[in-house]
């Protein structure tokens, strides 16, 4: 079974700076997804980047960039010029492709505060 | 375009009830799955219904149950309601691998 890691339960950033959130994963397959989600204090579940594992470029959508490392397992989110908004929990999940279904393995979450 | 609605917002029942959540899907999304959120165990998978049948199931005990409909909408049952189900429940609607939409989520608490 795949697992998902994260380290950092809090994180803390200036406002206009820029902040790096950690993940890793365990996993045997060779074909997934990651994504990023966002949860603020409205609880909905927010889709802030995703990454396939075949793809070797790093995903960017605007102010938010993975750096994806597929042998070390490792999937950070980068989020630049950091704003008041983007205060909330990170997870950061796993999808396989081998298996049927959509299931999502999330990771334990890190709180994200921007300071003003 | 209408996102994922998840109805009520808000439960409050008492141990040993039985309590039915809605999710309706976004237009076109066959494929419903099911969170449970708690400060303890975080996000667990329930399970994922697509074109009304059970496609993936999670480790939780036969007291959950779910089903989804011809219009893709679907329904979460939890029987025998227990204080340890007291949660954050979250449907997401997908169309592929690529994403997941998710709903405001549903919580429930359990007095």
């Known amino acids: 079974a795949q697992t998902v890691t994260q380290s950092q339960p809090e994180m803390s950033v200036q406002e206009a700076e820029t902040v790096t959130l950690s993940c890793t994963y365990d996993?045997?397959?060779?074909?997934?997804?990651l994504f990023w989600y966002k949860q603020p204090p409205s609880r909905q579940m927010i889709l802030v980047i995703r990454q396939e594992a075949y793809k070797q470029q790093n995903a960017t959508e605007n102010r938010f960039s993975v750096n994806f490392q597929k042998a070390a397992k490792s999937f950070s989110l980068k989020i630049s010029d950091s704003q008041l908004g983007d205060a909330a929990m990170y997870f950061c999940a796993y999808r396989s492709l081998q298996t049927s279904g959509s299931r999502l393995t999330f990771g334990e979450g890190t709180q994200l505060t921007v300071n003003p | 375009k209408a996102g994922v609605t998840q109805t009520p917002r808000y439960l409050i029942k008492t141990r040993g009830q039985q309590v039915t959540l809605s999710c309706s899907p976004i237009?076109?999304?066959?494929?419903v799955s099911w969170y449970q959120q708690t400060p303890g165990q975080g996000l667990q998978f329930l399970f994922e219904?697509?074109?009304?049948?059970?496609?993936n199931k999670g480790n939780f005990p036969g007291r959950f149950s779910g089903r989804q409909f011809s219009n893709s909408r679907s329904e979460m049952n939890v029987s025998t309601l227990e204080l340890g189900d007291s949660a954050l429940y979250l449907c997401a609607s997908s169309l592929g691998f690529s994403g997941y939409t998710f709903g405001s989520g549903t919580r429930l608490t359990v007095v």
């Open positions: 996993t045997s397959e060779s074909d997934y997804y």
């Open positions: 237009s076109g999304h066959r494929s």
């Open positions: 219904y697509f074109s009304e049948t059970q496609r």
